[in-house]
């Protein structure tokens, strides 16, 4: 009996009821039910794809005819669908994603990869039951809902940490060409000696893309995304006439995560650990922190690239002081569930704003403590090894 409350079983026992649910039940009653706001048709923003492979197997331009949602978005905005997108449109196109068929058994080996690295993480450590909470939570569903390709790049970049070599190395580029931002996450192979060469392609590659990072979401709600620009744009809803923009608000949080970093003196703010951290622990949280910190301060982020949290959860949960732990542990819940949070706020307040402004507030702590471990474990790593090491070791 005891076996079937461990995180390994509640993890398959829960996955497969959603998937029975959705047969017996349909796509809309089974995530509306999971409190999780549902878009027919299914696997939406993978259809991203599918719809520009359609317009190069119709003879159209699919960077102006092909995913119209997209396109009519961009269009209001004065921006466009970045040109990167069009090998990935002739990619789809090969692979005939344009039909329904293919398309479907493609999403579901995306959402069944990404599901079983999801179990291999929650299996790294006994009760490993953060993983399997923040994997229920309303962010995380709401990217296995819209079958977003922020799910192919968390399974490239979970095979780049646990194979750290060439396999890894290829793996990490396969994410990079999905979308280029997880160029950040190159940092987990900062103890390889490959890692010089991935560090000067990804930079020069994220350098060359940067132009386009804000097409990546033109029009972002502010009540279910993430970062110093929706902060600088839910404080401009509430105090129109104040003008705070993202990068003071970076400097301020920046600031007291080092704040955080040089208090660690006193014992509430000295982030201990009770066990040494594994290779692959380590690279793991290199590349959630990373992503998480990097994608906060230079954009905005639909809710879904919570999923990156996941990575977090070995390494934190080490976390010696209780308190420390449960605090930040509940704020990456609290973080990743904005959906439940909005409702109440409805019931009570009839609107989203104090809901909006208590995720947010929880989505910057989450940063400053993410940040302030980043910079402790870089810091650590010099003092052990040379920095000429690490940069050519």
């Not at 669908?81 to 069009?86: A, G």
């Not at 060439?166 to 390889?192: D, N, R």
Request: net charge positive; aromatic share 20%; proline share 3%.
């Amino acid at each position: 009996m005891k076996v079937l409350f461990k995180p390994q079983s509640l993890f398959i026992i829960s996955s497969v009821l959603i998937y029975f649910s959705i047969i017996q039940f349909g796509w809309v009653a089974t995530w509306d039910f999971l409190r999780v706001p549902a878009i027919t048709p299914p696997h939406f923003d993978l259809r991203f794809y599918q719809y520009g492979a359609a317009a190069i197997e119709y003879g159209y331009n699919p960077l102006r005819y092909g995913p119209k949602p997209w396109i009519e978005i961009m269009m209001k905005t004065n921006s466009q669908i970045p040109e990167y997108f069009l090998t990935h449109f002739q990619i789809a196109h090969f692979f005939k994603i344009y039909n329904e068929i293919y398309f479907l058994i493609f999403a579901n080996i995306v959402i069944i990869i990404y599901f079983v690295c999801c179990y291999k993480i929650v299996s790294l450590s006994k009760n490993s039951y953060w993983v399997l909470i923040l994997f229920f939570s309303n962010a995380q569903l709401l990217g296995i809902e819209r079958t977003n390709n922020d799910l192919i790049i968390f399974f490239f970049l979970y095979f780049s940490a646990i194979l750290p070599n060439i396999f890894g190395a290829i793996s990490y580029f396969l994410a990079i060409i999905v979308e280029f931002w997880p160029a950040l996450a190159g940092i987990s192979f900062i103890k390889k000696k490959i890692k010089l060469y991935l560090f000067f392609i990804a930079l020069a590659f994220f350098t060359y893309n940067f132009k386009y990072l804000g097409n990546l979401n033109p029009e972002i709600v502010i009540h279910l995304s993430f970062g110093s620009k929706t902060i600088e744009s839910f404080l401009s809803l509430i105090f129109p006439s104040l003008k705070i923009k993202y990068f003071f608000i970076n400097f301020v949080l920046v600031s007291l995560s080092l704040i955080m970093l040089v208090a660690q003196k006193s014992k509430f703010f000295d982030l201990e650990f009770k066990n040494e951290h594994s290779e692959l622990e380590q690279r793991l949280f290199l590349i959630g922190a990373t992503l998480y910190c990097g994608l906060f301060m230079i954009t905005s982020n639909y809710d879904y690239k919570l999923i990156f949290l996941i990575f977090c959860i070995p390494y934190t949960k080490k976390i010696k002081n209780i308190f420390q732990k449960y605090f930040l542990m509940m704020s990456m819940i609290i973080s990743s569930n904005q959906v439940f949070l909005n409702e109440i706020s409805l019931k009570i307040f009839n609107n989203v704003i104090n809901s909006t402004l208590l995720s947010l507030i929880f989505k910057s702590i989450v940063f400053i403590i993410l940040l302030n471990l980043l910079i402790n474990y870089l810091l650590n790593l010099f003092k052990k090894i040379s920095i000429k090491k690490i940069l050519f070791g």
